[in-house]
């Protein structure tokens, strides 16, 4: 499916003579893909996603999500990129990704 997918994309993309990354395109057809049956790119799939109300607010239905979540109390524990990103503080990736510890002794 996955490979399918890919084809079409690329397909389509280049039909009128535009490029987009490979990278890009094969990250989109594993987010699609990735739980085992199809999932689509589309504000009513993505916003349903198991995942924080901050990751949820920022691909569509901002103010929608964020009252929600407001009035069942939920909490968002900021572990993801898109939530570090949006208070400015280090994402979970890269360097962000780990903590070095130096061994003195």
């Known amino acids: 499916a996955r490979a399918a997918i890919m084809r079409e994309l690329r397909g389509v993309i280049e039909f009128d003579g535009s490029y987009v990354n490979y990278r890009h395109l094969a990250l989109l057809c594993d987010l699609m893909t990735h739980r ?19 990751m949820r607010c920022s691909f569509e239905e901002t103010v929608e999500i ?12 900021c572990h993801g990129i898109v939530e570090n990103m ?7 990736m890269g360097a ?10």
């Open 36 to 54: 085992g049956t199809l999932m689509a790119i589309t504000r009513h799939s993505i916003n349903r996603a198991d995942t924080g109300a901050l």
């Open 66 to 77: 964020l009252m929600e979540a407001a009035a069942v109390g939920e909490k968002d524990d």
């Open 86 to 92: 949006m208070f400015g503080q280090l994402a979970p």
């Open 96 to 105: 962000g990704a780990f903590d070095v510890a130096l061994d003195i002794d």
